[in-house]
């Protein structure tokens, strides 16, 4: 069975540093690209970051880009957010993703089951 997990997350203070992790399994992880989503309540989900299955492309969310990091490691089938210079803004539930997408219409995506980020002030 496909299985996404996280863990890592927490609380820190702003300013600080967390690195989440992704354990995923039961489908064929060097295929897909990995996001990282987060969400608060009331708020729509958003894309924090994504690196394709190569890990090759790397995207990152305009709020994000230059403190956080994302990574893969394909032997393990785990990806990873280095998280640094967190703000209170960051504070949410974060969600791991895999996606892949045919070259025609085929389309999969799986999710993890989310985990907790609290950055205080």
């Known amino acids: 069975q496909v299985q996404l997990v996280e863990s890592g997350g927490g609380l820190v203070q702003a300013g600080g540093s967390l690195t989440l992790s992704c354990a995923a399994s039961?489908?064929?992880?060097?295929?897909?690209?990995m996001r990282w989503y987060r969400q608060v309540p009331a708020k729509e989900r958003e894309l924090v970051a994504s690196?394709?299955?190569?890990?090759?492309?790397?995207n990152y969310a305009d709020s994000v880009k230059g403190r956080f990091t994302i990574s893969r490691d394909n032997g393990k089938t785990a990806v990873y957010l280095q998280m640094n210079s967190l703000k209170p803004e960051d504070t949410a539930v974060y969600y791991c993703?895999?996606?892949?997408?045919?070259?025609?219409?085929?389309?999969?995506?799986?999710w993890g089951q989310g985990i907790q980020v609290t950055v205080s002030s």
């Open positions: 690196i394709s299955s190569g890990g090759v492309t790397i």
């Open positions: 039961g489908f064929s992880f060097s295929s897909y690209t």
């Open positions: 993703n895999a996606y892949w997408l045919g070259w025609g219409t085929i389309e999969r995506s799986y």
